[in-house]
């Protein structure tokens, strides 16, 4: 993003959570992922666990933002995400503005609604009421490239659940690693 676009643009002050998401996109740690899921994405992961183009998949990695910012929005933004200090970090080039149903969320990702499950938590209570998608770059303009799974097939199993009950979050390294991390 050139200095100029990065004045200009919409800006995203990131939570916590949502930086170390970011950081990841970033790192190549949530390949294949490319940006913050779409809304199909979306869709697509809680129902089966997979992209819409048939890639596994298995928890949403999303932006979540209040009302009044999206508002300001229009699909093919580009918009600024920002440190807790105002420091542009990456640029989201948005192609999806949806509002999701977060009751749907926590039953489809865990399997239950058990409201002492950290994770839920989060969703149900500090999460915003709509989510942005969109592929993100670095500050420096370069893509994250979209690289086909390797061996992170493996990353989803039935055999380790983390939380408990039928049709929960089943996950082991890397990304139950990840999963941890963000949500600590």
Known sequence: MHDHTREHAPRWILRPRQQRWLERLLDNELAPLHGFLGRADYDSVLAAMHLADGTPWP???TLDVDEAFAATLDAGARIALCSPHGEPLARLDLSDIYYPDHLREVRLLYGHMDRRHPAIVQLLRHTGAVYLGGRVHDWRGVAVPR????????MVSSSHDL???????????PVGACVSHLLH
């Open 59 to 61: 928890f949403p990695v």
């Open 147 to 154: 690289r086909p799974l390797d061996d992170a097939v493996g």
């Open 163 to 173: 939380w408990g009950g039928n049709g929960s979050l089943h996950a082991i390294e």
